[in-house]
T-cell receptor
Framework: GAVVSQHPSRVICKSGTSVKIECRSLDFQATTMFWYRQFPKKSLMLMATSNEGSKATYEQGVEKDKFLINHASLTLSTLTVTSAHPEDSSFYIC??????????????FGPGTRLLVL | DQQVKQNSPSLSVQEGRISILNCDYTNSMFDYFLWYKKYPAEGPTFLISISSIKDKNEDGRFTVFLNKSAKHLSLHIVPSQPGDSAVYFCAAGGPGGYQKVTFGTGTKLQVIP
């Protein structure tokens, strides 16, 4: 099946610094990528929808100036957590939407990035 | 406002038996439903999906049933295997396929050898 990678898999940073997380679709082009956040023992919460070449669409309650999303190419989307605080510590997961020639849509998820802000 | 709910946070099943995971949704605009399997510290893995025009979809040991009138879907795994032990999320999207997907809260399945 299709593969989506995330880098880094784990990051520890100091409060006030910015962290960039990359999401890549390795064997298909993804015009749409999604960024999720998972809190401990909670569901995956959609943060934003990233469309190649246009501005991301953020879900209600997600600060767009805090979580900067760039979808510069059909295979790469980045999430930058700016001025990180301990409450930003979480598991961040991206997914990429794949549209087959048959018209069937599938979302493939990356392995996730564990962010710990000290 | 949890539009997709999985009321059982955990489930234990004996190996070889059937596992039934349930999911309820409130938004009648959802028209595409998916099940994902997730291990700790990993991203979800797609298992099976169903569109609202169907009431059943089968793929190997996995079968998803959809009851639109009850806004309920279920995932059946038979026979259950120890490797099936994971957290299972149902998700819903639509209308018109899914541009974005809403996840349920997850059910942790443990298959006992």
């Amino acid at each position: 099946g299709a593969v989506v990678s995330q880098h880094p898999s784990r990051v520890i940073c100091k409060s006030g610094t910015s962290v960039k997380i990359e999401c890549r679709s390795l064997d298909f082009q993804a015009t749409t990528m999604f960024w999720y956040r998972q809190f401990p023992k909670k569901s995956l919460m959609l943060m934003a929808t990233s469309n190649e070449g246009s501005k991301a669409t953020y879900e209600q309650g997600v600060e767009k100036d805090k979580f900067l999303i760039n979808h510069a190419s059909l295979t790469l989307s980045t999430l930058t957590v700016t001025s990180a605080h301990p409450e930003d510590s979480s598991f961040y997961i991206c997914s990429a939407r794949s549209l087959a020639r048959t018209g069937k849509e599938t979302q493939y998820f990356g392995p996730g990035t564990r962010l710990l802000v000290l | 406002d949890q539009q997709v709910k999985q009321n059982s946070p955990s489930l234990s099943v004996q190996e070889g038996r059937i596992s039934i995971l349930n999911c309820d949704y409130t938004n009648s605009m959802f028209d595409y439903f998916l099940w994902y399997k997730k291990y700790p510290a990993e991203g979800p893995t797609f298992l099976i999906s169903i569109s609202s025009i169907k009431d059943k979809n089968e793929d190997g040991r996995f079968t998803v049933f959809l009851n639109k009138s009850a806004k309920h879907l279920s995932l059946h795994i038979v026979p259950s295997q120890p490797g099936d032990s994971a957290v299972y999320f149902c998700a819903a999207g639509g209308p018109g396929g899914y541009q974005k997907v809403t996840f349920g809260t997850g059910t942790k399945l443990q298959v006992i050898p």
